[in-house]
C-alpha cells in the first residue's frame, strides 16, 4: 500500500499547483514516453494525465482523488493499488509516476508489476518530489524534516529505487534533472502551510511531537519575518525501460 490522500482531495490542487504543475509534468516526460497507451500510477486527481497528449490510464489507491480525476479523465481511471493492477501483461507501451514512490511501502513490488504490464522495450518514467535548494527558510524547517522522516528520508531518490528496478527487470535509461520550481514565500505564509497540515508528513502526527518539533519551527518562521526568500525547488527523473526477456 501507500499513504492515502482522499484526506487532502478536496484542496489538493490548491495546494499543489493544480493543472498548471500538471501541465509542467506532461510537458517534462513527454520526450521520454513512447506513442500508444500509458500507465499513470498515483494518479490522484488527474492533473498530469488530464495534461498528456496521449491516451492515460490512471490507477490510485484513494477513491476521494479519484473523484476529481474522474472529472478530468472520464473512465479512464481505476481504484487500485499499484502493486496489483488490474490489466493485462504487456499492454502499456509506457507509463510513468509522480509524487508517488516516496509514499509507497513495497517499491520492490510495485516495479515488478509495472514490469509485468508493459510491453517489452517500454519506458516508465519516475518523477520525484521536489526537494528545496538551502536557503533561509530551509535552514529553519530542515532539522524538523529530518527528524520527521527519519529513516523514509530519500526513499525515491534514484539512487535508492535504481537497484531495485533492476532487479524487477527494469533497466535504467537515464536520470535527469528536472526544471527548477521557483516561488517567492515569506517565513509567515510557510509556516501557515505546515499549519494546515498540508505534507502528509503531519497528518498522523500526536500532538507531543507536534508540540515538540514542529511548534517550535512556527515560532522562528513567523520570527523570521515578511522578507521574501526566492525558494527553488528540484526534482529528478528516472527513465526505466523493460528488458525484453
Ligand atoms: C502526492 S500525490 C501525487 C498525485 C499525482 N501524481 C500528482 O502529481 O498530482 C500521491 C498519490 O499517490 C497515491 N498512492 C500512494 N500509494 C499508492 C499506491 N501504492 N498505489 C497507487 N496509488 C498510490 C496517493 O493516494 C496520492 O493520490
Redesign the pocket.
Known sequence: ??????RI?DR?DES?GGSE??QR?AAELAPHLPPGLLL?????????AAAMRQPVIG????AG?LKSARQRLGARVVR????GLPFRDGCFSGGY????LH????QAG?FSEVRRVLAPGGTFVI?N?NRPAPDDLDAILKPMYVELLGDRDGRDLPERLAPLAEAAGLQVKDVLAGEPFRREVSGPEEADRIERREG?IFWDLDQDRWRELVEPVLGRLRAFGDRPVAREHHHQLLVLERRSR
Request: net charge negative; proline share 0%.
Open positions: 500500500m501507500g499513504i492515502d490522500f482522499s482531495a489538493y499543489r504543475r500538471g509534468f499513470e500510477v498515483g494518479v490522484g486527481t488527474g492533473v498530469v490507477v490510485d489507491i484513494a482523488m487500485s493499488d499499484g502493486r509516476a509522480v509524487w508517488v509514499l509507497v511501502e513495497d510495485l518523477v518530489i502528509a
